[in-house]
Protein backbone atom coordinates (compact mmCIF):
# COMPACT_ATOMS: atom_id res chain seq x y z
CA UNK A 1 0.00 0.00 0.00
CA UNK A 2 1.32 3.10 -1.03
CA UNK A 3 1.80 6.13 1.66
CA UNK A 4 0.81 9.35 2.35
CA UNK A 5 1.93 12.52 4.05
CA UNK A 6 0.63 12.67 7.55
CA UNK A 7 -2.15 14.66 8.14
CA UNK A 8 -0.79 17.12 10.47
CA UNK A 9 2.06 18.11 8.12
CA UNK A 10 -0.73 18.30 4.96
CA UNK A 11 -2.45 21.04 7.54
CA UNK A 12 0.27 23.22 7.29
CA UNK A 13 0.19 23.69 3.81
CA UNK A 14 -1.87 25.56 1.25
CA UNK A 15 -1.91 22.41 -0.98
CA UNK A 16 -1.75 19.51 1.61
CA UNK A 17 -0.35 16.93 -0.26
CA UNK A 18 -2.20 14.42 -2.54
CA UNK A 19 -2.80 10.44 -1.30
CA UNK A 20 -3.13 7.54 -2.92
CA UNK A 21 -6.61 6.75 -4.03
CA UNK A 22 -5.71 3.15 -2.29
CA UNK A 23 -4.83 4.64 0.70
CA UNK A 24 -7.78 7.16 0.42
CA UNK A 25 -10.07 4.29 0.26
CA UNK A 26 -8.46 1.97 3.15
CA UNK A 27 -9.02 5.09 5.36
CA UNK A 28 -12.67 5.51 5.02
CA UNK A 29 -13.59 2.08 5.26
CA UNK A 30 -12.04 2.24 9.05
CA UNK A 31 -15.42 3.85 9.65
CA UNK A 32 -18.03 2.39 7.16
CA UNK A 33 -19.36 0.04 9.44
CA UNK A 34 -23.37 -1.04 9.55
CA UNK A 35 -25.65 1.37 10.50
CA UNK A 36 -27.89 -1.29 12.58
CA UNK A 37 -29.90 -4.03 12.05
CA UNK A 38 -33.80 -5.04 11.54
CA UNK A 39 -35.89 -7.85 10.52
CA UNK A 40 -38.23 -7.32 7.01
CA UNK A 41 -40.63 -10.28 5.39
CA UNK A 42 -38.78 -11.49 1.70
CA UNK A 43 -41.24 -9.44 -0.25
CA UNK A 44 -39.95 -6.56 0.61
CA UNK A 45 -36.05 -8.13 0.88
CA UNK A 46 -35.07 -7.33 -2.58
CA UNK A 47 -31.51 -5.65 -2.65
CA UNK A 48 -31.37 -5.36 1.23
CA UNK A 49 -28.03 -7.32 3.45
CA UNK A 50 -28.26 -10.00 5.06
CA UNK A 51 -27.09 -9.02 8.84
CA UNK A 52 -26.84 -12.90 9.65
CA UNK A 53 -26.54 -16.20 8.08
CA UNK A 54 -29.63 -18.15 7.11
CA UNK A 55 -29.41 -21.61 8.24
CA UNK A 56 -32.04 -23.79 6.71
CA UNK A 57 -34.66 -24.79 9.04
CA UNK A 58 -35.67 -27.40 6.63
CA UNK A 59 -34.06 -30.34 4.07
CA UNK A 60 -34.48 -29.52 0.84
CA UNK A 61 -36.49 -31.23 -1.13
CA UNK A 62 -38.07 -32.42 1.91
CA UNK A 63 -39.17 -35.36 0.82
CA UNK A 64 -37.67 -38.11 -1.44
CA UNK A 65 -39.14 -37.08 -4.46
CA UNK A 66 -39.39 -37.67 -8.48
CA UNK A 67 -37.73 -35.21 -11.07
CA UNK A 68 -39.91 -36.11 -13.82
CA UNK A 69 -43.06 -37.42 -14.89
CA UNK A 70 -43.32 -41.33 -14.91
CA UNK A 71 -43.76 -44.00 -13.08
CA UNK A 72 -42.32 -44.94 -9.19
CA UNK A 73 -41.53 -48.60 -9.00
CA UNK A 74 -38.56 -51.15 -7.35
CA UNK A 75 -35.38 -51.60 -9.56
CA UNK A 76 -35.52 -55.31 -8.17
CA UNK A 77 -38.47 -55.75 -9.91
CA UNK A 78 -37.20 -54.54 -13.53
CA UNK A 79 -33.64 -56.10 -12.89
CA UNK A 80 -34.22 -59.12 -16.19
CA UNK A 81 -36.50 -56.50 -18.55
CA UNK A 82 -35.77 -56.98 -22.00
CA UNK A 83 -37.45 -56.46 -25.37
CA UNK A 84 -37.78 -59.96 -25.78
CA UNK A 85 -39.13 -60.89 -22.62
CA UNK A 86 -41.24 -57.46 -20.89
CA UNK A 87 -41.74 -57.35 -17.37
CA UNK A 88 -45.26 -56.62 -16.55
CA UNK A 89 -46.10 -54.35 -13.40
CA UNK A 90 -49.99 -53.23 -11.94
CA UNK A 91 -50.87 -49.85 -11.12
CA UNK A 92 -51.18 -49.56 -7.68
CA UNK A 93 -54.29 -47.22 -8.19
CA UNK A 94 -54.34 -46.35 -3.92
CA UNK A 95 -50.85 -44.95 -4.22
CA UNK A 96 -51.59 -41.00 -4.66
CA UNK A 97 -49.92 -38.08 -4.31
CA UNK A 98 -51.36 -37.28 -0.82
CA UNK A 99 -51.02 -40.88 0.02
CA UNK A 100 -47.14 -40.64 -1.01
CA UNK A 101 -46.72 -37.07 0.77
CA UNK A 102 -47.62 -39.43 4.39
CA UNK A 103 -46.10 -42.53 3.53
CA UNK A 104 -49.13 -44.40 4.56
CA UNK A 105 -49.20 -47.08 1.35
CA UNK A 106 -45.94 -48.96 0.38
CA UNK A 107 -44.91 -50.02 -3.19
CA UNK A 108 -45.56 -53.48 -3.01
CA UNK A 109 -43.40 -56.40 -5.17
CA UNK A 110 -44.19 -55.82 -9.11
CA UNK A 111 -46.29 -52.54 -9.06
CA UNK A 112 -45.69 -49.39 -9.95
CA UNK A 113 -47.56 -45.73 -9.10
CA UNK A 114 -47.82 -42.79 -11.37
CA UNK A 115 -45.86 -39.78 -9.87
CA UNK A 116 -45.63 -36.45 -11.21
CA UNK A 117 -42.53 -34.18 -11.37
CA UNK A 118 -42.05 -32.96 -7.86
CA UNK A 119 -44.34 -35.40 -6.26
CA UNK A 120 -43.04 -37.52 -3.12
CA UNK A 121 -42.13 -40.97 -4.25
CA UNK A 122 -43.75 -43.80 -2.07
CA UNK A 123 -41.85 -45.95 0.14
CA UNK A 124 -40.30 -49.00 -1.11
CA UNK A 125 -40.07 -47.29 -4.51
CA UNK A 126 -36.22 -46.51 -6.04
CA UNK A 127 -36.51 -46.06 -9.71
CA UNK A 128 -38.49 -43.42 -11.48
CA UNK A 129 -39.22 -44.41 -15.39
CA UNK A 130 -39.79 -42.22 -17.94
CA UNK A 131 -43.60 -42.06 -19.37
CA UNK A 132 -42.08 -42.44 -22.90
CA UNK A 133 -40.25 -45.27 -21.89
CA UNK A 134 -43.01 -47.61 -20.73
CA UNK A 135 -46.29 -49.29 -22.68
CA UNK A 136 -49.56 -49.51 -21.25
CA UNK A 137 -51.80 -52.13 -21.19
CA UNK A 138 -55.16 -51.76 -19.71
CA UNK A 139 -54.03 -51.24 -15.16
CA UNK A 140 -50.55 -52.49 -15.98
CA UNK A 141 -47.15 -50.87 -17.35
CA UNK A 142 -44.76 -52.85 -19.81
CA UNK A 143 -41.13 -52.30 -19.18
CA UNK A 144 -38.54 -53.44 -21.45
CA UNK A 145 -35.07 -52.38 -19.84
CA UNK A 146 -33.87 -52.54 -16.12
CA UNK A 147 -32.58 -48.97 -14.53
CA UNK A 148 -30.02 -49.19 -11.45
CA UNK A 149 -31.33 -48.27 -7.85
CA UNK A 150 -31.87 -44.61 -7.52
CA UNK A 151 -32.06 -44.14 -11.65
CA UNK A 152 -34.14 -40.38 -11.66
CA UNK A 153 -34.52 -40.16 -8.01
CA UNK A 154 -34.12 -37.16 -6.03
CA UNK A 155 -33.25 -37.54 -2.54
CA UNK A 156 -34.50 -35.52 0.86
CA UNK A 157 -32.02 -33.04 1.73
CA UNK A 158 -30.48 -33.71 -2.11
CA UNK A 159 -30.71 -29.89 -2.42
CA UNK A 160 -30.41 -28.20 1.02
CA UNK A 161 -29.09 -29.93 3.92
CA UNK A 162 -31.87 -29.23 7.31
CA UNK A 163 -28.61 -26.74 9.11
CA UNK A 164 -26.87 -26.30 6.33
CA UNK A 165 -26.04 -22.44 5.60
CA UNK A 166 -27.60 -21.62 2.70
CA UNK A 167 -26.99 -17.60 2.83
CA UNK A 168 -23.99 -15.85 4.51
CA UNK A 169 -24.28 -12.26 6.27
CA UNK A 170 -23.18 -9.68 4.57
CA UNK A 171 -24.76 -11.06 1.38
CA UNK A 172 -27.30 -9.06 -1.08
CA UNK A 173 -30.96 -10.62 -1.31
CA UNK A 174 -31.04 -11.00 -4.97
CA UNK A 175 -34.40 -12.97 -7.09
CA UNK A 176 -32.69 -16.17 -6.87
CA UNK A 177 -31.91 -15.79 -2.76
CA UNK A 178 -35.75 -14.74 -1.96
CA UNK A 179 -36.62 -17.52 -3.89
CA UNK A 180 -34.06 -19.86 -1.91
CA UNK A 181 -35.54 -18.29 1.25
CA UNK A 182 -39.41 -18.74 0.03
CA UNK A 183 -38.35 -22.63 -0.89
CA UNK A 184 -37.50 -22.77 2.86
CA UNK A 185 -40.47 -21.38 4.02
CA UNK A 186 -38.64 -18.35 5.77
CA UNK A 187 -41.06 -15.40 5.62
CA UNK A 188 -38.67 -13.02 7.54
CA UNK A 189 -35.29 -12.00 7.59
CA UNK A 190 -32.75 -10.18 9.41
CA UNK A 191 -31.19 -6.98 7.53
CA UNK A 192 -29.11 -4.17 8.07
CA UNK A 193 -30.98 -1.10 7.72
CA UNK A 194 -30.55 1.33 4.83
CA UNK A 195 -27.63 4.39 5.52
CA UNK A 196 -29.56 7.29 5.27
CA UNK A 197 -26.53 9.36 2.72
CA UNK A 198 -27.38 13.31 3.15
CA UNK A 199 -26.05 15.22 -0.39
CA UNK A 200 -25.12 18.89 0.35
CA UNK A 201 -24.50 21.39 -2.98
CA UNK A 202 -22.20 24.10 -2.34
CA UNK A 203 -22.00 27.13 -4.63
CA UNK A 204 -23.40 30.70 -4.84
CA UNK A 205 -23.32 29.86 -8.28
CA UNK A 206 -26.31 27.16 -7.98
CA UNK A 207 -30.04 27.11 -8.45
CA UNK A 208 -32.58 24.38 -7.62
CA UNK A 209 -34.43 22.57 -11.29
CA UNK A 210 -37.83 25.14 -9.96
CA UNK A 211 -35.87 28.33 -10.15
CA UNK A 212 -35.31 30.84 -12.83
CA UNK A 213 -32.00 30.63 -14.05
CA UNK A 214 -30.57 34.44 -13.64
CA UNK A 215 -27.17 35.33 -15.69
CA UNK A 216 -24.23 34.08 -13.98
CA UNK A 217 -25.96 30.78 -12.32
CA UNK A 218 -26.72 26.95 -13.30
CA UNK A 219 -28.78 24.67 -12.21
CA UNK A 220 -27.88 21.87 -9.45
CA UNK A 221 -27.41 18.58 -10.92
CA UNK A 222 -24.88 17.04 -8.65
CA UNK A 223 -27.37 16.29 -6.48
CA UNK A 224 -30.51 14.57 -8.30
CA UNK A 225 -27.31 12.75 -10.25
CA UNK A 226 -25.53 11.38 -6.77
CA UNK A 227 -28.81 10.97 -4.99
CA UNK A 228 -30.00 8.64 -7.79
CA UNK A 229 -26.91 6.41 -7.56
CA UNK A 230 -27.41 6.36 -3.58
CA UNK A 231 -30.86 5.30 -4.41
CA UNK A 232 -30.02 2.88 -7.02
CA UNK A 233 -27.57 1.07 -4.52
CA UNK A 234 -29.63 0.64 -1.98
CA UNK A 235 -29.15 3.45 0.29
CA UNK A 236 -31.44 6.26 1.48
CA UNK A 237 -30.64 9.51 0.02
CA UNK A 238 -31.57 12.61 2.08
CA UNK A 239 -31.08 15.98 -0.41
CA UNK A 240 -29.87 18.89 1.67
CA UNK A 241 -30.27 21.58 -0.65
CA UNK A 242 -27.50 23.87 -2.32
CA UNK A 243 -25.58 26.45 0.43
CA UNK A 244 -23.65 29.30 -0.94
CA UNK A 245 -19.83 30.20 -0.76
CA UNK A 246 -19.62 30.78 2.78
CA UNK A 247 -17.84 29.12 5.33
CA UNK A 248 -20.26 29.51 8.23
CA UNK A 249 -23.44 28.31 6.27
CA UNK A 250 -22.06 25.16 5.16
CA UNK A 251 -20.59 24.28 8.64
CA UNK A 252 -24.12 25.12 10.03
CA UNK A 253 -25.81 22.54 7.34
CA UNK A 254 -23.27 20.01 7.73
CA UNK A 255 -23.43 20.28 11.59
CA UNK A 256 -27.81 19.94 11.23
CA UNK A 257 -27.04 16.77 8.49
CA UNK A 258 -24.86 15.00 10.91
CA UNK A 259 -28.18 14.79 13.37
CA UNK A 260 -30.31 12.61 10.98
CA UNK A 261 -27.87 11.05 8.50
CA UNK A 262 -25.42 8.22 8.83
CA UNK A 263 -22.43 10.05 5.84
CA UNK A 264 -22.68 13.26 4.35
CA UNK A 265 -21.44 13.71 0.76
CA UNK A 266 -20.67 17.40 -0.20
CA UNK A 267 -19.59 18.79 -4.10
CA UNK A 268 -18.27 21.68 -4.36
CA UNK A 269 -16.32 24.13 -2.31
CA UNK A 270 -12.91 22.10 -2.06
CA UNK A 271 -9.90 23.45 -3.28
CA UNK A 272 -6.70 25.21 -2.23
CA UNK A 273 -6.23 28.40 0.04
CA UNK A 274 -9.19 30.86 0.24
CA UNK A 275 -11.54 28.75 -1.85
CA UNK A 276 -11.26 25.63 0.31
CA UNK A 277 -14.48 26.60 1.90
CA UNK A 278 -15.83 22.98 2.82
CA UNK A 279 -12.52 22.19 4.46
CA UNK A 280 -12.61 25.04 6.52
CA UNK A 281 -16.28 24.47 7.67
CA UNK A 282 -15.20 21.12 9.13
CA UNK A 283 -12.33 22.24 10.41
CA UNK A 284 -14.36 24.79 12.66
CA UNK A 285 -16.83 21.92 13.61
CA UNK A 286 -13.81 19.79 15.13
CA UNK A 287 -13.86 17.29 12.13
CA UNK A 288 -11.02 14.92 12.02
CA UNK A 289 -9.35 14.92 8.37
CA UNK A 290 -8.49 11.92 7.21
CA UNK A 291 -7.38 12.84 4.02
CA UNK A 292 -7.85 16.24 1.44
CA UNK A 293 -6.49 15.69 -2.23
CA UNK A 294 -6.03 12.50 -4.17
CA UNK A 295 -3.22 11.91 -6.98
CA UNK A 296 -5.85 11.47 -9.56
CA UNK A 297 -7.71 12.87 -12.53
CA UNK A 298 -10.77 14.40 -12.48
CA UNK A 299 -10.94 15.01 -8.80
CA UNK A 300 -7.70 15.56 -7.38
CA UNK A 301 -9.50 17.95 -4.15
CA UNK A 302 -11.63 15.26 -2.90
CA UNK A 303 -11.88 15.44 0.90
CA UNK A 304 -12.47 12.71 3.58
CA UNK A 305 -13.61 13.14 6.70
CA UNK A 306 -15.23 12.13 10.08
CA UNK A 307 -17.11 13.24 12.79
CA UNK A 308 -18.79 11.05 15.57
CA UNK A 309 -17.92 8.07 14.01
CA UNK A 310 -19.66 9.50 10.54
CA UNK A 311 -18.13 9.68 7.51
CA UNK A 312 -17.70 13.27 4.98
CA UNK A 313 -17.04 12.77 1.88
CA UNK A 314 -15.98 16.12 -0.18
CA UNK A 315 -16.11 16.28 -3.95
CA UNK A 316 -15.14 18.57 -6.54
CA UNK A 317 -17.86 20.44 -7.82
CA UNK A 318 -17.44 19.57 -11.71
CA UNK A 319 -20.08 16.53 -12.79
CA UNK A 320 -17.78 14.65 -14.10
CA UNK A 321 -15.57 14.46 -11.36
CA UNK A 322 -18.23 14.64 -8.81
CA UNK A 323 -19.12 11.26 -10.79
CA UNK A 324 -15.65 9.94 -11.21
CA UNK A 325 -14.74 9.95 -7.19
CA UNK A 326 -18.56 9.49 -6.01
CA UNK A 327 -17.64 5.78 -7.81
CA UNK A 328 -14.54 5.36 -6.44
CA UNK A 329 -14.70 6.38 -2.89
CA UNK A 330 -18.72 7.01 -1.29
CA UNK A 331 -19.58 4.01 -3.04
CA UNK A 332 -16.77 1.44 -0.88
CA UNK A 333 -18.33 3.89 1.91
CA UNK A 334 -21.98 3.44 1.21
CA UNK A 335 -20.81 -0.63 0.68
CA UNK A 336 -19.66 -0.69 4.63
CA UNK A 337 -22.40 0.90 6.33
CA UNK A 338 -25.18 -1.39 4.27
CA UNK A 339 -22.73 -4.78 5.73
CA UNK A 340 -21.82 -5.53 1.88
CA UNK A 341 -18.90 -8.18 2.73
CA UNK A 342 -18.14 -8.24 -0.98
CA UNK A 343 -15.63 -5.84 -2.89
CA UNK A 344 -17.69 -3.16 -3.85
CA UNK A 345 -16.10 -2.19 -7.23
CA UNK A 346 -16.02 -4.61 -9.92
CA UNK A 347 -12.43 -4.20 -11.47
CA UNK A 348 -11.44 -6.35 -15.06
CA UNK A 349 -9.94 -5.55 -18.04
CA UNK A 350 -10.91 -4.30 -21.21
CA UNK A 351 -9.39 -3.40 -25.10
CA UNK A 352 -9.15 0.29 -25.32
CA UNK A 353 -11.07 1.01 -28.67
CA UNK A 354 -9.38 4.35 -29.19
CA UNK A 355 -6.13 6.20 -29.18
CA UNK A 356 -5.56 8.23 -26.36
CA UNK A 357 -2.38 11.02 -26.25
CA UNK A 358 -2.03 11.27 -22.34
CA UNK A 359 -1.23 15.21 -21.26
CA UNK A 360 -1.01 14.71 -17.90
CA UNK A 361 1.35 12.67 -15.20
CA UNK A 362 -1.18 11.81 -12.77
CA UNK A 363 -3.27 9.30 -12.64
CA UNK A 364 -6.33 9.24 -14.67
CA UNK A 365 -9.85 8.02 -14.77
CA UNK A 366 -11.19 8.34 -18.28
CA UNK A 367 -15.30 7.94 -18.47
CA UNK A 368 -15.94 5.47 -21.16
CA UNK A 369 -18.35 2.76 -22.74
CA UNK A 370 -17.94 -1.02 -23.10
CA UNK A 371 -18.88 -2.95 -25.78
CA UNK A 372 -18.27 -6.55 -27.16
CA UNK A 373 -16.41 -6.58 -30.55
CA UNK A 374 -16.41 -10.50 -31.86
CA UNK A 375 -16.66 -11.86 -28.35
CA UNK A 376 -13.92 -9.55 -26.59
CA UNK A 377 -14.80 -6.50 -23.92
CA UNK A 378 -13.70 -3.50 -25.57
CA UNK A 379 -14.19 0.17 -23.96
CA UNK A 380 -14.50 2.93 -26.34
CA UNK A 381 -13.73 6.46 -24.71
CA UNK A 382 -16.37 9.38 -24.17
CA UNK A 383 -15.42 11.90 -26.43
CA UNK A 384 -14.65 14.72 -24.38
CA UNK A 385 -12.78 14.35 -21.40
CA UNK A 386 -12.75 17.63 -19.58
CA UNK A 387 -14.06 17.55 -15.63
CA UNK A 388 -17.06 19.62 -16.21
CA UNK A 389 -18.79 18.18 -19.38
CA UNK A 390 -21.70 16.53 -17.93
CA UNK A 391 -22.32 14.89 -21.48
CA UNK A 392 -19.43 12.36 -21.06
CA UNK A 393 -20.99 10.88 -18.18
CA UNK A 394 -24.48 9.87 -20.47
CA UNK A 395 -24.11 5.88 -20.61
CA UNK A 396 -20.65 5.59 -19.16
CA UNK A 397 -20.53 2.49 -17.75
CA UNK A 398 -16.74 2.35 -17.37
CA UNK A 399 -13.86 4.39 -15.83
CA UNK A 400 -10.93 3.83 -17.25
CA UNK A 401 -7.83 3.70 -14.84
CA UNK A 402 -4.30 4.99 -16.66
CA UNK A 403 -1.54 4.82 -14.57
CA UNK A 404 0.32 7.62 -13.50
CA UNK A 405 3.25 8.54 -15.76
CA UNK A 406 1.62 6.23 -18.93
CA UNK A 407 2.85 6.63 -22.17
CA UNK A 408 0.49 7.86 -24.83
CA UNK A 409 -2.42 4.70 -25.08
CA UNK A 410 -3.20 3.17 -28.72
CA UNK A 411 -6.28 1.47 -29.69
CA UNK A 412 -5.97 -1.67 -29.11
CA UNK A 413 -4.36 -1.63 -25.44
CA UNK A 414 -5.41 -3.51 -22.86
CA UNK A 415 -6.21 -1.33 -19.87
CA UNK A 416 -7.89 -1.58 -16.48
CA UNK A 417 -11.65 -0.33 -15.80
CA UNK A 418 -13.76 -0.02 -13.00
CA UNK A 419 -17.46 -0.79 -13.83
CA UNK A 420 -20.15 1.16 -13.82
CA UNK A 421 -22.71 0.90 -11.88
CA UNK A 422 -21.91 -0.69 -8.84
CA UNK A 423 -22.24 -4.74 -8.69
CA UNK A 424 -25.32 -4.68 -6.60
CA UNK A 425 -28.46 -2.36 -7.95
CA UNK A 426 -32.39 -2.05 -6.24
CA UNK A 427 -34.48 0.48 -7.23
CA UNK A 428 -35.60 1.77 -3.74
Not at 16 to 25: D, I, K, M, R
Not at 126 to 140: A, H, P
Not at 190 to 195: F, L, Q
Request: aromatic share 4%.
Amino acid sequence: MNSFVPQEAALKTNSPQPVHLETAVEMILQYAQPVGTGKIGIRSALGRVLSEDIHAPVNLPPFNRSPLDGYAVRSEDIAGATTDSPVLLEINKEITTESNGNGKVELGKNQAAIVMTGTPLPPGADVVIKLEDVRKIEQKIEVVSPLPAYSNYCFAGEDIRQGERVLSKGTVIDPSSVGILAALGISVVPVYRRPKVAIISNGDELVEIDKQLKPGQIFDSNSYTIASYVRQVGARPIMAGTVGDNTELIARRISEMLKSADMIITTGGVSVGDFDLVRNALLSQGVKILFHRIAMRPGTPALGAVKNGKLIICLSGNQAAAFATFHLLAIPAIAGLMGITRPPLTITTAVLHDNYLKTSTQRNFLRGRTFFDEGVLKVKLAEKQNPGIIRSTLYCDALIDVPADSAPLQAGTRVKIVLIPSPWLQQN
